[in-house]
């Protein structure tokens, strides 16, 4: 497998918005800039550290319906799901924290190319999201979050 220039890209742009982390627009979405950032890299580095400490022989090819709709769509609605606990931000988001996150996200990018095929994750929706799919999870679910980034600094 190769890194997705695709996610790396988003990282980078990512890594851009971190001085407009304050930025809010209570029209696109009740939470700032910095919980997007903060809560998206909870997710690339939650899902890797996941794949990282599965064990492939256990993996079930559960893809849901949901999950393969979503992919084909190339998108995820806004406002339809809630992140789950271990993904949320903390109340106080620094842009130091943040900043580590992002650099232990590019580390983690590069480490899914290691990873049996079927290292996997469990997804409250979608089922168990193997390597394979991972990168397309990952482009997905952070480009929902840039554009609602975007939107709130238009």
Excluded: C
């Excluded at 339809?80 to 580590?100: F, L, R």
């Amino acid at each position: 497998m190769v890194t997705s220039k695709k996610l790396v890209n988003y990282l980078n742009e990512m890594n851009s918005l971190i001085a407009s982390h304050d930025a809010v627009k209570k029209s696109v979405s009740k939470s700032s800039v910095g919980w997007h950032l903060d809560h998206n890299l909870k997710v690339i580095n939650s899902v890797i550290k996941a794949l990282q400490e599965s064990n492939p022989d256990n993996y079930n090819n559960n893809f849901s319906f949901l999950g393969k709709l979503f992919f084909k769509l190339n998108f995820f609605p806004r406002g339809k799901a809630k992140a789950p606990k271990y993904v949320k931000p903390p109340e106080v988001i620094s842009k130091d924290e943040i900043t580590n996150q992002l650099n232990l996200a590019k580390q983690n990018i590069e480490s899914l190319s290691h990873l049996d095929k079927n290292a996997y994750f469990k997804h409250p929706l979608f089922g168990n999201i193997n390597t394979k799919r991972v990168n397309r999870f990952l482009e997905i679910h952070t480009n929902h979050h840039l554009k609602i980034m975007r939107d709130i600094l238009k």
